[in-house]
């Protein structure tokens, strides 16, 4: 009885937070002002996120004695600026093309469906993923690196899932659902000749 009470205790609250996403979502915002939040959900993302990430799944791999634990630089530097090159296209597509951020306090002011979002919903997702994998590999080893980007994976999905998609179906209703239905999650579907522009 009692989990089942937290469990709706941790939806009233996730509610409330969407609510003021969509809210914060419907102020103006000054140029100055998400250029702001930009940089810091950047620094965020890059320097302490990425930073636990990889602090975590350093100790974890040392704690089963894997294979595979030397550095290997020049791949992991090459992935890293890879992460850093999508997340910076995707943060641009945002700001030129709906008026803001991948920061909640800063969000877009229309849904962005072209650029990195033609092939996938989440591209800064995939970016921070790309960007934990290559840090992982060049300051510890491969095994480090995949074990960030798993890390990552699967708390960017949890709150995509349970936050962000919920907040942008609130905001932006049936166009939302029909990017969603036509849009992978967070691997690209680049084979496949998709104009999400039309969607």
């Known amino acids: 009885m009692r989990n089942v009470y937290n469990y709706f205790k941790a939806s009233e609250a996730a509610m409330k937070y969407i609510d003021l996403l969509v809210s914060l979502s419907q102020r ?8 702001l939040v930009l940089i810091v959900g950047a620094s965020f993302f ?7 990430v990889l602090w975590a799944s350093h100790w974890l791999v040392q704690v089963f004695r894997a294979v595979f634990v030397t550095p290997i630089p020049v791949l992991g ?9 999508l997340a910076a296209w995707a943060s641009l597509v945002m700001w030129f093309s709906a ?13 962005v469906t072209h650029g990195p979002f033609r092939y ?5 997702q995939l970016a921070i993923m790309i960007y934990v994998l290559g840090l992982g590999t060049a300051l510890f080893s491969l095994v480090t690196g995949i074990c960030a980007l798993l890390f990552t994976f699967v708390l960017g999905g949890l709150y995509h899932r349970f ?32 104009d999400a522009d039309s969607v």
């Open 28 to 35: 103006e915002r000054s140029a100055q002002y998400r250029f």
């Open 46 to 52: 890059l320097v302490v996120f990425s930073g636990l």
């Open 77 to 85: 530097w090459v992935l890293a600026l890879l992460g850093i090159a």
């Open 99 to 111: 008026d803001g951020t991948p920061a909640p306090l800063a969000p877009t002011r229309r849904l």
């Open 120 to 124: 996938c919903r989440n591209p800064m």
């Open 163 to 194: 936050v962000e998609e919920r907040e942008l179906r609130a905001r932006f209703g049936e166009e939302y659902d029909r990017y969603r239905n036509a849009t992978p999650f967070v691997l690209p579907r680049i084979w496949k000749h998709h």
